[in-house]
């Protein structure tokens, strides 16, 4: 009988890199990720009204997910992005 091949454990397993509700700051965090050649995925999660106190008045936040292998590899392509920048996205730590 033939055996299935086995998975790394970490199939599928996603995590939240980062939030952000300014458009520019997502945009230059997903280039610096395609430039490292990190996969990301970046969902824009519409911020019901009566929340939107919480996230600054914005109506959509930015969440980018990677794999939880390449996090350490992203939060150091992400510590090249400008400070400016860095101020505007919120890093979550794992």
Excluded: Q
Excluded at 43 to 58: L, Q, S, T
């Amino acid at each position: 009988m033939k055996k299935s091949p086995k998975l790394d454990r970490h199939v599928d397993k996603d995590v939240v890199l980062c939030r952000t509700t300014n458009h520019m700051a997502s945009r230059r965090t997903t280039r610096l990720l395609l430039e490292d050649s990190i996969p990301f995925t970046a969902n824009w999660k519409r911020v019901p009204f009566f929340k939107r106190d919480e996230y600054g008045g914005a109506s959509e936040v930015c969440i980018i997910t990677i794999n939880r292998n390449l996090y350490c590899k992203a939060r150091r392509s992400i510590s090249n992005l400008g400070t400016r920048d860095r101020d505007n996205i919120l890093l979550n730590v794992i």
